[in-house]
């Protein structure tokens, strides 16, 4: 098949030109210079040199991948996959798949970017991470902090960011380990040491941290507070630091609410890019559970999703887990799968008697923020400090009710479906570039989800 593509390479480029509606120097630019390496598993990879085409593998793949696997199959009569490499990722230590995960056990989980789920609540962690990822030597964000309570996806993103350095870049040294390995081995060459009365352990593993390009250490809070491992993993991180070396760290909190924390560390990760990372929305608590359920012999119907979505907005464990439970319980007492299962099954979970989100509900939360009373924000008041507050009572319905935007604008002053439509959008525009209205409406979530 390989030699047949390389074969019909031509007429598969001169169809991209005359069916694809790419332009002609788009094509010049990012396709015809493509050579085809191998084809395994139903996959053709090609090769890119840097030196002429950039760095364009994220062209490639959102732009043009889809117009290439069209073009392929319409002339070879085949459906492929396509994979793309850089052309220093095809010398003979290029890791595949199979290899990495051996070398690599931590990569087993399957987390990368791929099957990461981008919303509102992870946007900015998530292209932080892909900034590194994509330049691990550019020190563009150096450290990268990650922060977030627990399962929400920073564990994800860290595997993330090493899967991808690992495949495009094998040159590099990777090394990722959680706080709890780093701690061990803190203490084995300790004891070690004591037991040879010399310090060729802790050397050992300095060099092992600090010969390195990129460090990932997850959930460094169980190191800060212990004394030796603490020490120990500032030094690296110093002298990794100071060569230039990427650092990528993850915590439960963010490096002001360390309060152990030395201030000159506090500083150090400050001075980097601390993001953080919220709970899922129901729109990304849906698609998280149609993203886990690709993998699942056993797929619940929508309305169960959605029954769990709603409910459930902690953090990706939790819905994983209900979805999980649901299914044990239909296999432990040989019943169909049922909304009526599922809410048995989920009963400790889900509080039958928790209040339910109404526009009512919504709105009296909304003005008890903005000190303002439920007749304002019905009436025909056009006053920025009504206007604001009513358009997020909108936004807030139509992302948190199953109303729809007739029903929204009829309990709010008998307003056309139209207008909800234009609040919500406008609010939600606002969202990507308004860092204070974002905050205010995390509260106000929090509020009407505790």
């Known amino acids: 098949m390989e030699n047949k593509i390389k074969a019909q390479w031509s007429s598969i480029i001169s169809y991209l030109k005359e069916k694809s509606g790419i332009t002609g120097p788009a094509i010049r630019t990012f396709i015809e210079p493509l050579e085809i390496i191998s084809y395994e598993d139903n996959a053709v990879t090609f090769k890119i040199n840097k030196d002429t085409q950039g760095d364009c593998i994220d062209i490639l793949k959102s732009r043009y991948d889809i117009h290439i696997k069209v073009a392929i199959e ?21 890791i595949k798949e199979e290899n990495l995960t051996d ?12 099957t990461f789920v981008i919303s509102r609540s992870n ?20 450290p990268l902090f990650l922060y977030s309570n627990s399962g929400l996806g920073k564990t994800h993103l860290m595997h993330s960011i090493a899967r991808h350095i690992l495949e495009h870049h094998p040159e590099l040294n990777v090394l990722y380990t959680t706080s709890e390995d780093f701690t061990n081995q803190v203490i084995e060459a300790i004891r070690t040491n004591k037991k040879k009365g ?10 092992k941290f600090r010969n390195v390009d990129v460090l990932l250490i ?37 490096p002001r609410d360390m309060d152990q924390l030395d201030e000159r560390y506090r500083s150090r990760f400050n001075s980097g890019l601390p993001v953080d990372i919220q709970p899922p929305d129901y729109e990304t608590s849906m698609a998280i ?45 040989h019943q169909e799968i049922t909304l009526s299962l599922a809410e048995d099954a989920l009963k400790d979970i889900i509080k039958p008697d928790a209040r339910e989100i109404s526009v009512d509900f919504i709105v009296q939360i909304v003005t008890d ?82």
């Not at 690296?236 to 963010?254: G, R």
């Open 74 to 94: 319409v002339v070879t009569e085949k459906e492929v996959d396509t994979k793309y490499v850089y052309e220093a990722d095809t010398i003979s230590t290029y």
């Open 289 to 333: 559970l149609k993203n886990y359920q690709e993998n699942e012999s056993v797929k619940l119907e929508d309305k169960i999703l959605s029954y769990i979505a709603t409910n459930i907005r902690s953090n990706i464990r939790d819905l994983e887990g209900a979805y999980k439970k649901v299914i044990f319980l239909s296999k432990l007492t």
């Open 218 to 254: 997850d959930d460094i809070q169980f190191i800060i507070g212990k004394e030796s491992t603490q020490i120990e993993f500032f030094n690296t991180f110093e002298a990794l630091y100071q060569a230039n070396k990427q650092i990528v760290i993850s915590s439960d909190k963010p």
């Open 369 to 450: 923020h903005f000190n303002l009373t439920e007749d304002a924000i019905v009436s025909k008041r056009r006053q920025n400090s009504v206007v604001v507050p009513r358009q997020i009572c909108m936004y807030l319905c139509k992302e948190l009710t199953d109303l729809s935007t007739t029903d929204i604008g009829e309990k709010l002053g008998k307003r056309d479906h139209s207008t909800v439509i234009h609040g919500y959008t406008k609010i939600k525009e606002k969202l990507k570039v308004d860092n204070s209205l974002q905050n205010t409406i995390d509260v106000l979530m929090k509020k009407l989800n505790p």
């Open 198 to 207: 010399d310090t060729a352990a802790t050397t050992n593993l300095r060099k």
């Open 103 to 114: 070398r690599y056990p931590y990569l087993k989980s399957g987390h990368s970017f791929d």
């Open 123 to 142: 946007s900015m962690a998530h292209a932080a991470a892909v900034a590194v990822a994509e330049a691990p030597t550019s020190q563009i964000y150096n």
